[in-house]
């Protein structure tokens, strides 16, 4: 407690994306590694109690991997670098080596069997052998160890090519891939149960067994990200050239794509250099058309960046991923796609990563460009819809959700979001996206992180064999329903929100987005380039801006006009939202989280940040429709509820609420005197920095902030 009284609040330098690479790195030893084991016990336990038969949790699948794209992202990121790349691999490389040299360690120590007293594998003795004349250099070791004890021999040699694998991969001793080191540990694991060991595979090999298929040599996938206006500017200066050496003859291009090429240029060299699964995807932001998958494919094989698979599932390739963000592209998502895989040109790619296609979609972006109803409602039927085309054109889809912390980044329980996917769309595997500060909630503790990898996995079980739950397939009235709310929701937040001058000069005032660049939160720009469009603006700062305000405003802001609109037209209206309540998964995930944000709003001290604003007339019209529309959204979530007041069914979330804000509300009003001094010309590093500590407190006080 001492320490971390005397432990500075807020970062006095801004975070380095090395930094940012070290810190996404820190909860693996921690919190990450070690729960694999007992979840997959548990799940073994939780089999056996319902179907009346243990399996063995080492025969159960491989549900849960890792990853990451930190040091890969450099979407409106301009430290994102080739070294960034270079380096997230080797740090996540070391990392699980280490862990690997101090479980064989740990094994060394306590397998001390005796061939004395148990009949050892002659599978076993051959092996001790045969390293003993590969690897004279471990022999030292080896050889001061009792001669009985071939276990304690075996993985003196197997830590001899782990550490060479660590320190000199590409050396003769070191173990090439993590299968090689998967053997050898299976080769341990078969010879104790074969001679009455099974406890000690059980609890002692087991374990490190689960973690070398989970984490492999890599630890994590990286994933590649870049706009594809980037690769349409590359490839429009690049124009048809066959080679490189070719443009290079004609105009150089400009410095982001020389940027993009050698960053290319450098994957494709770290490819070769990694497990093959040390990369994952090559995403590509702002998606919109068939050419933004192709130009990818043009660009990295001119780059000498092979994007097809092994065919076998053992490498399997760099795959581009389209992530489709705004509302006009998630309805076009599904045409886009069903082109792209009916293409002669890319059926070699499809067969290379045998059948398989990745899409991610983007909640962030969706929301703040057609708010939080039409967002989750295009999502929705974008969703069904790629799995409809995709059965169609015989590929296995996987959707990877972009979802943020905050609701109106697509936050949110979990589990209620998996069960409340389309019925019939979901074909056991998803990603997902935890941001920085969920990373830190859901998996500083290894009890928590287990935890939350449990509910993870429950829900995409429970999608599987209930799909829709109590309704298959959304009711036709249902759907009727939502598409007239959705226009009615889209309308009214492009005309009050995106497309209201009022509002950029609004946010800017009312709320300290021009400030957090003090709290030196990340290495990313708030903007992709420098202008003032809403646009541009990223949706990182959109979000959190308006939480540290306490407005909420992507997270609930027209949901109610188009609630009530519906409801007005007449008693079967409203009837219908109350039944759709009961039985829409959809539904009720989208109006539950809409009621969590309208808990957290906090309007007396909103408009207080509204004070902050130069213009009284402009400050009082948007400050008014807010006002309005709060109300509105909150008469109406209570009306199709059934409650008295906001979280009624969920006390525990209540509760929390109520505890926290009398220490979080101090801080937002000692925020809102800071900004007064700094915006009214007072400039110190004093006041910079606790200006910046009330930043960081309010989020760690509010959490899921964005």
Same mark, same amino acid.
């Given at each position: ?20 690479? !070290?810190?996404?790195?820190?909860? /693996? ?17 939780? #089999? ?118 660590? @320190? ?8 090439? *891939? ?120 043009? @660009? ?26 705004? #509302? ?34 983007? /909640? ?223 539904? /009720? ?5 809409? *009621? ?17 604003? *130069? ?69 110190? !590093? ?11 407190? #309010? ?8």
């Amino acid at each position: 407690i001492t320490a971390l009284w005397q432990t500075d609040e807020v970062r006095r330098r801004k975070p380095t994306v090395a930094d940012e690479i !070290q810190m996404g790195l820190d909860h /693996y030893p921690a919190s990450l590694i070690g729960p694999m084991a007992p979840f997959y016990q548990d799940l073994a336990c939780a #089999i056996g109690e319902v179907f009346g038969s243990l399996p063995d949790p080492e025969e159960l699948p491989d549900l849960i991997h890792f990853g990451s794209w930190i040091g890969g992202d450099r979407d409106g990121n301009p430290y994102v670098t080739a070294e960034s790349t270079r380096q997230a691999l080797q740090l996540a490389r070391e990392n699980i080596l280490a862990v690997y040299l101090a479980e064989v360690e740990k094994l060394r120590n306590l397998l001390t069997p005796s061939i004395h007293r148990m009949n050892t594998a002659s599978e076993l003795k051959a092996a001790v052998q045969r390293y003993a004349l590969q690897l004279p250099a471990a022999l030292a070791n080896v050889d001061a160890l009792p001669e009985a004890e071939l276990y304690r021999q075996f993985l003196g040699f197997m830590l001899h090519r782990l550490r060479s694998a660590l @320190l000199a991969p590409t050396g003769p001793d070191a173990y090439k *891939e993590a299968g090689e080191f998967l053997d050898d540990l299976q080769l341990v694991r078969t010879s104790l149960a074969g001679a009455g060991g099974q406890r000690l595979a059980r609890q002692l090999v087991d374990p490190l067994l689960r973690q070398v298929r989970t984490f492999g040599f890599h630890l994590h996938s990286l994933d590649i990200r870049q706009h594809a206006r980037v690769h349409a500017q590359a490839a429009a200066e690049l124009g048809a050239a066959a080679d490189l050496d070719q443009v290079a003859l004609h105009q150089a291009p400009s410095a982001e794509t020389g940027e993009l090429l050698e960053t290319l240029r450098a994957i494709a060299v770290l490819r070769r250099n990694n497990p093959p699964r040390a990369f994952g995807s090559y995403i590509i932001s702002g998606a919109a058309a068939v050419q933004d998958m192709l130009r990818v494919v043009w @660009l990295a094989e001119l780059c000498g960046l092979k994007m097809a698979g092994s065919g076998d599932g053992r490498d399997p390739g760099m795959m581009p991923v389209p992530l489709f963000e705004s #509302i006009e592209d998630l309805r076009n998502a599904p045409q886009i796609c069903r082109r792209l895989w009916q293409l002669p040109d890319y059926a070699p790619l499809l067969d290379s990563w045998q059948r398989r296609q990745e899409v991610m979609l983007g /909640y962030s972006d969706s929301n703040k460009d057609g708010g939080m109803l039409t967002s989750s409602w295009e999502i929705f039927k974008a969703h069904r819809a790629l799995h409809q085309v995709a059965a169609e054109c015989d590929i296995s889809l996987r959707l990877f959700h972009g979802r943020g912390g905050t609701v109106g980044r697509g936050g949110g329980p979990t589990h209620r979001a998996l069960v409340a996917q389309p019925a019939g769309s979901f074909t056991g595997s998803f990603k997902l996206t935890e941001q920085g500060e969920v990373i830190n909630f859901k998996y500083a503790d290894p009890a928590l992180a287990q935890r939350n990898l449990e509910l993870m996995v429950a829900a995409a079980l429970e999608a599987l064999a209930r799909p829709g739950l109590v309704e298959p397939r959304p009711e036709p009235e249902w759907e009727q329903a939502l598409e007239q709310m959705s226009a009615e929701a889209f309308a009214f937040y492009r005309k009050r929100i995106a497309d209201n001058p009022d509002i950029l000069i609004y946010f800017e005032q009312a709320t300290p987005v021009k400030e957090f660049e003090l709290a030196k939160i990340g290495s990313r720009p708030a903007r992709r380039k420098q202008s003032r469009s809403l646009d541009d603006l990223r949706a990182i700062p959109w979000g959190f801006g308006w939480m540290q305000s306490r407005h909420l405003i992507p997270a609930w802001f027209g949901v109610g006009h188009a609630l009530e609109h519906y409801a007005e037209q007449g008693d079967p209206q409203l009837a219908l939202l109350k039944a759709m309540m009961k039985r829409f998964p959809f539904f /009720y995930d989208m109006i539950r989280n809409v *009621e969590i944000a309208l808990a957290k709003v906090d309007l007396p001290l909103a408009r207080q940040y509204a004070g902050l604003v *130069e213009d009284p007339a402009l400050r009082d019209r948007v400050f008014g429709l807010v006002v309005e529309e709060f109300e509105r959204t909150r008469r109406m979530v209570l009306k199709i509820t059934g409650q008295q007041c906001l979280l009624q069914t969920d006390p525990d979330l209540a509760q929390s609420l109520r505890l926290r804000n009398p220490y979080v509300d101090p801080m937002s009003l000692i925020q809102i005197e800071l900004l007064k001094r700094k915006r009214g010309g007072r400039q110190s !590093q004093a006041l910079d920095y606790v200006l910046a500590a009330t930043i960081n407190g #309010i989020a760690a006080g509010l959490r899921n902030t964005g």
